[in-house]
């Protein structure tokens, strides 16, 4: 029987240095149904427990490009939450 | 060579990778790690990052550089454990004379301050740790000393 490639309906979130701490994880697989643009990513990630100390105006990338709140994001990306960067 | 290594960087091969013979000015800038920050002493720190997204954006100031200057451009900067004095960060810009090697130079490191997804946690004196934010100071409640510091300057948000 022939099978064939389905797109995934998932969002994948990237989480980082003290988002990721403040989560207890830095990889999560988030259904993709009402998650329209990046801030939708975040307002449910800041749902989550401990997520509420991450700021409602965080640095956002997707697809490894940084992202406005109202970028819109669509399953099979990847949403990436970017504490304050520190390079250098 | 990638823009991000966990290796010490060697500074003379970024310095070779853009030299050439009709490249007569050279400017280079490394950032070391300190033994202090905002009055703490610092005994070490660890870089992390998105790797790929600071690749990709690392490549991406280079050659915005390189087609605003006629310049090439080399960078590297460190991820993991660093001691004090260690090179975190090193640019090398070679041109055809000063000028647009000591502009490029500037350019990209404070592009990829303002860009490149990279962390620092660092480690201080008293046993205790945090996460660097540049624009607040050294802030976490859960890792710092229990007191939020303010900027000192007052230039935050």
Request: contains cysteine.
């Amino acid at each position: 029987m022939a099978t064939r490639t389905v797109a995934p309906l998932t969002i994948r979130v990237r989480l980082f240095a003290r988002y990721a701490e403040l989560l207890g994880r830095d990889d999560l697989t988030l259904p993709a149904e009402g998650l329209n643009t990046a801030g939708d990513v975040l307002a449910r990630i800041r749902s989550l427990p401990g997520g509420w100390e991450i700021g409602e105006y965080t640095l956002m990338a997707i697809n490894l490009r940084q992202a406005s709140l109202d970028a819109p994001v669509a399953p099979g990306d990847e949403v990436a939450l970017l504490p304050p960067l520190a390079g250098g | 060579m990638g823009f991000l290594t966990r290796s010490p960087i060697q500074v003379e091969e970024l310095v070779k990778l853009v030299t050439a013979p009709d490249r007569g000015g050279v400017s280079t800038f490394l950032g070391l790690v300190r033994d202090h920050h905002q009055g703490r002493a610092v005994t070490g720190l660890s870089y992390s990052a998105y790797e790929p997204m600071a690749e990709a954006t690392c490549r991406e100031i280079v050659a915005e550089a390189e087609s605003r200057w006629p310049v090439r451009v080399a960078l590297q900067h460190r991820l993991g454990d660093l001691a004090i004095g260690d090179v975190a960060v090193a640019i090398a810009v070679a041109g055809n004379h000063r000028d647009e090697a000591f502009a490029a130079c500037r350019h990209v490191i404070e592009e990829l301050k303002r860009r490149v997804p990279i962390w620092k946690r660092e480690a201080y004196a008293d046993g205790t740790e945090a996460w660097v934010d540049p624009q607040q100071g050294v802030g976490s409640r859960e890792w710092g000393s229990g007191s939020m510091e303010s900027d000192a300057k007052g230039t935050a948000r």
